[in-house]
Structures are given as C-alpha cells and as structure tokens.
C-alpha cells in the first residue's frame, strides 16, 4: 500500500500542476502570469504608497497642523495640484492647497478625513494619474473616487465640489503604455459619478490636447507635470467656479 501511495501522490500533484499550467496558458501562458503578479505588487504598493514616502507624511503631518475655517477654499489632488501656487493666482487667502506630490486616491482616502475637517467652502478634486501610472485598473481608481465622493457628501454636505477631469500626457516627452486612453477611461467615469452625486465636473482634458490628442508641449516640460502657460490655462477655465 505504501509503495503505491508515492506514485499516486506525485501523479496527483503532476495532474493538478498540468490543469494548472493549461489554465494559465489559455489566459496567454507566461505573459499574463507576469501580468497578473505585477498589477498584485502594484496594488499592494498603491494602497500602501501613503505609509511609506517621507514626503507624503511630512506634508500630511504640516497639513494637521495649519488653521482652517468654513469659508477656505481647497485644492486636493497630487504633484499637479501642489505644485501651483493657487492663493497667488487667485490673489484669494482663503484658498488652501491640499497637493501632494506622487499622490493617488488611495492616499487621498487616507488622509480625507483631516483635509475636510473644516467643512469647506469650496473643493477643487483632482486625482488619479498616478494611479493609472503605477498600474491600477482604472475600474479601481473609480471605486477609490466613488469612496472620495461618498465622504464628502456625508461629512461635508454643504461643500461646493468640484470635480475636474485628469490631464492628458504626452508620449514623446514621457514615453509610456496607453495612458491617454486609460485617463480618457477614467474620466469618463468621474464624469458620471458627478453627476450621480449632483457634483460639478469640470471638463479640462480637451483644452490641454495636441493635434495627436496628446498633452501639447507648450504646457509642459516633462510630458506630465505643467509649466507656466499650462498653469495659466488651467486657472482660465476654473476662475469663474472659483470666485463665484
């Protein structure tokens, strides 16, 4: 009996091993075994993006500690957000930017709770190129927003919000895998939570586009981040909600 047990186990085990490598295969075999462990590690990392980057926490840590009241105005967003100097433009104290760079709307999930704390006025929201840049499926992001949207509306009812569509890229100046479609996915997607949640969806993706449907150059260096003309335009667009 034991002499036969060894032989039936390893052909159990080769057996389930082969229905295994069969299953894998017809998903398109190594590739999408890659694949799938990737978007894995990059979940993973995501949602864990906030615990782990100096920068993130040394800004939440600020954040926590500035005065705030009922009548500010926030920005929330990442690298595309802190990196304006809104007040300036806007020549209005009440304005507070509440940009991180690198952040995603895992990392706007995490720290929500404090940036709305005041009640504000106003709330300027955008989010999610990171995201999209580090893998997540823009299936995800929209059930992060969804989450976003929802705290909002509940803790902070009274808040104006302001939804505004995730800037294109440009591929020449910051090769990448098929981001435009994917932000033109997602925007898609927060344009119809905003209108779920009765919120303003602010439409600046066409503005920003190239004749190849790209980030123009002229708003920017790297292919991502803006420049000053690009800031300039940008603030064209959403004066009017912003001073209203």
């Known amino acids: 009996m034991l002499k036969l047990a060894l032989p039936l186990s390893i052909l159990i085990n080769f057996l389930l091993v082969a229905a295994w490598l069969f299953l894998i295969n017809k998903k398109g075999g190594i590739p999408f075994l890659l694949r799938k462990l990737n978007e894995w590690r990059t979940d993973k990392s995501v949602a864990n993006s906030s615990n782990g980057n ?26 595309l957000t802190d990196y304006c100097e809104w007040q300036e433009f806007f020549r209005n104290l009440q304005i507070k930017n509440r940009g991180i760079a690198g952040d995603t709307t895992y990392g706007v999930l995490n720290r929500l709770q404090q940036s709305i704390s005041s009640k504000p006025q106003k709330l300027f929201l955008m989010i999610g190129i990171n995201d999209i840049t580090k893998g997540t499926k823009v299936t995800q992001i929209a059930a992060n927003y969804r989450q976003i949207l929802e705290i909002i509306k509940n803790q902070s009812p009274n808040t104006t919000v302001f939804i505004q569509s995730v ?44 004749s190849h449907k790209e980030l123009n150059i002229q708003y920017t260096t790297d292919g991502v981040h803006l420049n000053g003309q690009g800031y300039l335009l940008w603030t064209s667009i959403i004066e009017k909600n912003v001073l209203n």
């Open 167 to 210: 800037l294109p890229v440009n591929s020449t100046k910051f090769p990448n895998q098929g981001w435009n479609q994917k932000v033109v996915n997602l925007n898609t997607h927060l344009n119809n939570l905003a209108e779920e949640f009765s919120f303003d969806y602010i439409d600046l993706f066409p503005s920003f586009l190239d």
């Open 54 to 79: 100096p920068y993130h926490q040394d800004k939440k840590s600020h954040f926590d500690t500035l005065p705030s009241s009922a009548t500010e105005i926030l920005f929330l967003g990442d690298s």
